[in-house]
């Protein structure tokens, strides 16, 4: 199974960029997710991140650090609308490679 | 269309009914997924179907128990369930064709139990 360690609140002004942190411990890494999900509403997905490095999608990036167990969340030019939760989840080469496991989430609270 | 439909919305229940959720997706995805999540905690894994077969079943009790009927479609039946059952259930769907493969969540059903 996995260990997922990301923050729990995380407070940043409009406009401004905030970097979300998830640790990780796994048998056999096989990708990690970022997910949003809105009070009350269904997780949707943001990012994707199997090999080391940067992705970026827009306003959204994530890095990953499969030697470190360490992936990122950059969120830049904040809108009051990411005011979110995100879910960083692992998926692990284990005997099925459907399974996600997620972390508790970090609040983001984005103020005017 | 891309996205997973789940009635209904809302339910509510009392310990001794028997209701079903119902899942559906026309994407052509060959995994679907049922995770229960409670207030401030992540989506917790109970059921995966591959190819209409019970792939992973989460040690979860036998109140709960899943059907898939076809590719589109996934059910959960709800039988004598306890007050702390009470969350939102989410439903899911992926590929199932290895890769990427990310799972799209339909809106949920939040389940109430008296």
């Known amino acids: 199974g996995q260990n997922i360690d990301q923050p729990t609140e995380m407070t940043a002004t409009e406009g401004a960029i905030v970097q979300i942190n998830c640790t990780y411990q796994t048998s056999g890494f096989n990708g990690l997710f970022w997910y949003q999900q809105h009070a009350g509403e269904a997780p949707t997905f943001l990012s994707y991140?199997?090999?080391?490095g940067l992705e970026e999608k827009g306003r959204f990036s994530s890095f990953l650090s499969r030697s470190k167990g360490y992936s990122y969340l950059l969120l830049k030019e904040l809108q009051m609308k990411d005011s979110a939760s995100y879910l960083c989840?692992?998926?692990?080469?284990?005997?099925?490679?459907?399974?996600?496991?997620f972390g508790a989430g970090t609040t983001v609270t984005v103020r005017a | 269309d891309t996205e997973v439909t789940q009635t209904p919305k809302h339910l509510v229940m009392g310990m001794t009914n028997k209701k079903s959720l119902k899942c559906e997706q026309h994407?052509?995805?060959?995994?679907m997924y049922w995770y229960k999540q409670k207030a401030k905690k992540p989506p917790e894994l109970m059921f995966v179907?591959?190819?209409?077969?019970?792939?992973i079943n989460e040690s979860v009790p036998s109140r709960f128990s899943p059907e898939c009927p076809n590719s589109s479609l996934l059910n959960l039946h709800l039988h004598a369930l306890q007050p702390e059952d009470s969350a939102l259930y989410l439903c899911?769907?992926?590929?199932?064709?290895?890769?990427?493969?990310?799972?799209?969540f339909g809106p949920g059903t939040r389940l109430t139990v008296l």
């Open positions: 991140n199997v090999l080391d």
């Open positions: 989840a692992v998926r692990d080469r284990g005997s099925n490679d459907y399974k996600l496991s």
């Open positions: 179907y591959s190819y209409e077969k019970l792939s």
């Open positions: 899911a769907s992926s590929p199932g064709t290895g890769g990427r493969d990310e799972q799209f």
């Open positions: 994407m052509g995805h060959r995994a």
